[in-house]
Nanobody, 115 residues
Framework: VQLVESGGGLVQPGESLRLSCAAS????????MSWHRQAPGKERELVAS????????NYADSVKGRFTISRDNAKNTMFLQMNSLKLEDTAVYYC?????????WGQGTQVTVSS
């Protein structure tokens, strides 16, 4: 089982990034997926989630209207489009796969928003 995040980087406030999470080693289309983030000195928090078929999504209040979660089950990949980035979005972003009691995490990708 492997989840590999990519797309992080250093951007200025107001700019955009698109994160990807490539999955392998399990039946991706069965799993609910989510993005989490952890800033220095803070607990990991849920950013956005998407159901297995992609029909239901949920967002943290702090990112509603700015971030969009999506998935492509044919390509075993999940995405997080992040627009209008703010300084407080700086964190390591992790993807998670969940199905029943099964739970997998990626290694994370750093997003830094700085002027």
């Amino acid at each position: 089982v492997q989840l590999v995040e990519s797309g992080g980087g250093l951007v200025q406030p107001g700019e955009s990034l698109r994160l990807s999470c490539a999955a392998s080693g399990f039946t991706f289309r069965r799993y609910d997926m989510s993005w989490h983030r952890q800033a220095p000195g803070k607990e990991r928090e849920l950013v956005a989630s998407i159901s297995s078929a992609g029909s239901n999504t949920n967002y943290a209040d702090s990112v509603k209207g700015r971030f969009t979660i999506s998935r492509d089950n044919a390509k075993n990949t999940m995405f997080l489009q992040m627009n209008s980035l703010k300084l407080e979005d700086t964190a390591v972003y992790y993807c998670q796969a969940r199905w029943g009691s099964l739970n997998y995490w990626g290694q994370g990708t750093q997003v830094t928003v700085s002027s």
